[in-house]
């Protein structure tokens, strides 16, 4: 275990944000991880993938890059338990999950980041949410060094939301993640229309796991750049959810604007569509800006933006989309 000191940080979050750190270290296994929190006094940072984050300053701070790996998979007779330590990158989780024939996060491919950092935002795309197949994760309390199993129950799920993001907050550190898929009779999600179409497209009349995935990798790269080539973290806000009476007021002077059913009394709009309407796709913000294809990616333009000019870009933004639409964006990266 190796601690650094005054660390970039360029390559560990998928911004490309080039911010120090003031001090840093890469913990492997569970037990250096212990043993740094029992011996360490400074306040902690704690990264995986760097996916899910914006970095508006320098960290002052002992940053903690979890990289730690392992997949285990037990079989039962119709379905499997799979657990991954949280440092696994998650993508290529998914497809280790697609070659064995376990079914139930292919709708989930490339999606950047690690599994540690998966239940905190309850990620989700294509008609699909971690919460859909999660069992438990383990983690460990920073202060107090003690394990705790969090089952799906404890983790109270929300939109893009977790107990991990309200009331543990920066409390505990998951280790490792459980999920249970199926091994036989896959319930395939192709309800979204993108994906239905891409398979049209491949004359896929009968999809696998694997044609499903590859449909939505296809899809999301027509839309969403390449972190290692242009800087982003994927969708930057939430998809905002309003009651019924609101939306049915947008739609005077928005009749096109589209939605989706939440429950009896709110809809969900897609945020991307109120920021192309709003004039924004394309928009060009100092060395940050938003992606021409994807209204919902802001982008690290020049390679040299600062994590305050790509924020200041998303304030302009929430500031314009209350005005034209009354609804409050929220943003979906964790900024720091």
């Not at 928009?283 to 333009?301: C, E, F, M, P, S």
């Not at 000019?309 to 500031?319: G, S, T, V």
Request: charged share 20%; glycine share 6%.
């Amino acid at each position: 275990m190796n601690i650094q000191q005054n660390v970039s940080l360029k390559k560990y979050n998928t911004f490309g944000i080039d911010v120090k750190a003031t001090q840093f270290v890469s913990i492997n296994n569970e037990k250096d991880l212990l043993q740094l929190l029992k011996e360490n006094t400074a306040p902690l940072f704690v990264i995986s993938g760097g996916s899910n984050m914006l970095l508006t300053k320098a960290i002052d701070a002992l940053v903690v890059h979890i990289n730690t790996l392992g997949i285990v998979v037990k079989r039962f007779d119709d379905y499997a338990l799979v657990t991954a330590k949280a440092g696994e990158n998650w993508h290529e989780f998914v497809q280790f999950c697609i070659q064995e024939n376990l079914g139930g996060l292919e709708n989930l491919s490339l999606i950047p980041g690690c599994v540690g950092s998966a239940p905190i935002q309850n990620i989700g795309a294509y008609g699909v949410e971690l919460k859909d197949c999660f069992v438990s994760c383990k983690a460990i309390h920073r202060e107090t060094f003690q394990e705790r199993l969090f089952v799906k129950e404890d983790c109270q799920f929300g939109y893009r939301n977790s107990i991990f993001k309200k009331e543990v907050k920066d409390q505990y550190i998951i280790t490792e993640v459980t999920f249970k898929l199926t091994i036989k009779n896959h319930r395939l999600n192709t309800s979204y229309g993108a994906i239905e179409d891409q398979l049209a497209k491949k004359n896929v009349v009968t999809p696998t796991l694997k044609d499903v995935a590859q449909a939505v990798i296809a899809i999301r790269k027509s839309k969403l750049p390449d972190p290692n080539v242009l800087g982003n973290s994927g969708s930057f806000f939430k998809n905002p959810i309003i009651p019924k009476n609101q939306y049915s007021e947008l739609l005077k002077k928005f009749p096109n604007a589209p939605h989706y059913p939440v429950s009896d009394n709110l809809v969900k709009v897609p945020a991307g569509w109120l920021i192309d309407q709003a004039g924004f796709k394309g928009y060009v913000y100092k060395n940050a800006g938003v992606h021409d294809r994807q209204a919902l990616v802001l982008i690290n333009k020049t390679g040299k933006a600062s994590g305050a000019e790509i924020w200041e870009l998303a304030k302009l933004i929430q500031k314009k989309i209350k005005s034209l639409y009354g609804i409050d964006l929220e943003a979906e990266v964790n900024v720091f």
